[in-house]
């Protein structure tokens, strides 16, 4: 009988939400896309000491302060990943650039350029940014010159429609962190039908589908199988490694819950300029809350990687 992954990959592109490279061998997703927590822990594993080691002799030999070695790092990452899935690999610009047009995108342009330095093309990496009304500015410039980018960090749907304005490549709409936040804040209990981050990104789907909006749909941030199944036939789903093994050892139906051709409620098309987007964002405390949490969570981890990288290049002065 037929695994639910396998059955998964039928309606969805699945994208492996990790910098582990062994659990993305053993489960060939389509894509992968890392950021700073992720490579952070990949950064303790012994099997990746090579690429933290040829980041730090590279720093040292151009005087580099951590943050271009954490860059450099990101990149060797990055690199490796694209030897393994067949798609695209999200690599992060950082969290501190994030009310930072300009600066995001120099950080964009420099990431593509150390790439392309390697013989990695453009079309096989998407920069990630997060979904503030700067980083969608900046998604902007970045498409206009060919440079895909993944928008993360979504919780609402006027950040859906800012990046789809942008003609962003891809969107990233979390779920579990939703679910969290209703949680915390008393709600439910809730099933996958019900649950607040599923009924989201059902929602930013539809919006999509029926307005004819090309930017990719990718669901992530998953805190069960059941958020998961609940999605099947999403454009794409960002799934960690101990919800892929789950899936993989699950043989039961798995249903087609989202089809473009299968939409009956969906919200009207709205023009959001900054000022809507600024208020409508005030007036939805879950997104406002969890972006801000998600930038300061991604910042400190790489923060922490930073210190890692400085250690390492004093150890080897």
């Known amino acids: 009988m037929t695994s639910k992954l396998e059955a998964l990959r039928s309606m969805s592109t699945v994208v492996a939400d990790t910098g582990d490279m062994e659990a993305i061998r053993v489960f060939k997703p389509t894509d992968s896309t890392t950021n700073p927590t992720l490579i952070l822990k990949a950064t303790q594993l012994p099997a990746y000491a090579h690429l933290v080691d040829e980041a730090v002799q590279w720093g040292r030999r151009h005087a580099a302060p951590p943050s271009a070695v954490t860059d450099r790092l990101a990149v060797n990452f990055g690199a490796e990943l694209t030897k393994i899935v067949p798609g695209r690999v999200s690599t992060e610009v950082d969290a501190d650039l994030s009310f930072d047009t300009a600066g995001s995108i120099a950080k964009a ?12 093309s453009r079309e096989h990496i998407l920069i990630k940014l997060a979904a503030t009304w700067e980083g969608a500015q900046a998604a902007a410039v970045l498409e206009k010159e060919g440079i895909d980018c993944n928008m993360t ?57 029926t307005h004819g909006i090309k930017t990719v749909v990718m669901g992530a941030s998953f805190r069960n199988i059941g958020e998961i199944e609940a999605l099947a036939g999403c ?4 799934i960690s490694p101990q919800l892929l093994d789950q899936l993989s050892h699950d043989e039961g139906a798995l249903e087609r819950k989202l089809s473009p051709g299968a939409i009956k409620d969906a919200p009207a ?4 300029d900054e000022k809507t987007f600024r208020w409508m964002m005030n007036e939805d405390p879950m997104a406002t809350e969890k972006l801000a949490e998600g930038i300061r969570t991604f910042a400190h981890d790489l923060a922490s990687l930073r ?3 400085d ?7």
Do not use: M
């Open 235 to 238: 454009d794409r789903l960002t």
């Open 307 to 309: 210190k890692v990288v």
């Open 269 to 272: 098309k709205l023009g959001v």
């Open 311 to 317: 250690t390492r290049l004093a150890a080897a002065a």
């Open 109 to 120: 342009r420099a990431l593509i350029a150390d790439y392309e330095s390697r013989g990695v």
């Open 153 to 209: 960090l979504i919780f609402s749907l006027a950040q859906a429609i800012a990046c789809a304005n942008a003609d962003a490549f891809l969107i990233s709409p979390f779920v579990g962190r939703i679910l969290d936040w209703h949680v915390k804040s008393g709600g439910g209990p809730y099933n996958p039908e019900t649950d607040p981050g599923v009924l989201s990104v059902r929602k930013i789907y539809a919006y999509y589908k």
